[in-house]
């Protein structure tokens, strides 16, 4: 956890972390001088150990503000389809848009982007996907119950089954990501997979039902 402001000026803070972003994109995690971002901000060690613990302190908060964000964004629309019909849900529109939503938050914070793209090894860019994919488990389980599908129980619908398509959608979004296109082009993309994910979900339903 950071320690709290106190009487040190939110600019010095504000200045820290621009200058970790420009460091962490820069020289990646590991080779990241904490006295090259003081230098870079215009102040002391003292300075940046009043806000933050340490390395990882300071990594993570760079990068919460975009993964709260992407959570924000997943979560929100999750409650939605949840609350919504099945007739509801089975609309493509509004995956759609939520997968529009998630590129406008990489795109709009591209720099903090590429460092969690390019950290998938570090411990709280794992642990961030970790959730991301449970969060995916979830409510892939919940819409099931909704047309009266155990995942638990079913031969289909299994854990390994969810947690596979899970990983489809995610492993999706970072395939577009890592070829660098431009927001249009990815969000045209991304509609694409959305369309091929859905239909490969539904057509492992009983009946083999089909939007």
């Known amino acids: 956890m950071s320690r709290k402001a106190g009487t040190v000026p939110e600019e010095t803070k504000m200045k820290l972390l621009e200058s970790a972003i420009t460091e962490f994109s820069e020289h990646g995690f590991q080779k990241a001088s904490l006295r090259r971002i003081c230098a ?13 613990q340490d390395k990882e302190d300071l ?9 709260d964000s992407l959570l924000s964004v997943l979560q929100a629309h999750y ?3 949840l609350a919504g019909t099945v007739t509801q849900a089975a609309d493509a529109s509004a995956d759609i848009q939520a997968s529009a939503d998630i590129l406008e938050v990489y795109y709009s914070n591209k720099t903090i982007g590429g460092i969690i793209l390019n ?7 794992c642990a961030f996907f970790d959730r991301i994919t449970t969060l995916i488990d979830q409510q892939a389980i919940s819409l099931l119950k909704k047309i ?6 079913d031969p289909v619908f299994n854990d390994c089954t ?10 999706a979004v970072m395939h577009i990501l ?4 431009d927001e249009n082009k990815a969000k045209g993309q ?8 859905r239909a490969g979900f539904l057509s492992l339903l009983p009946g083999n039902l089909k939007e």
């Open 40 to 52: 870079n901000a215009g102040v002391t060690t003292g300075a940046l150990y009043f806000f933050f």
């Open 59 to 67: 990594f993570q908060s760079v990068i919460s503000p975009v993964t």
């Open 79 to 81: 409650q939605a389809e």
């Open 119 to 125: 950290h998938r090894d570090h411990p709280a860019i």
């Open 148 to 153: 009266n599908i155990d995942a638990s129980a």
């Open 162 to 171: 969810v947690h596979w398509i899970s990983h489809l959608q995610i492993d």
């Open 178 to 181: 890592g070829h660098d296109y």
């Open 190 to 197: 991304l509609e694409i997979m959305v369309h091929f994910l």
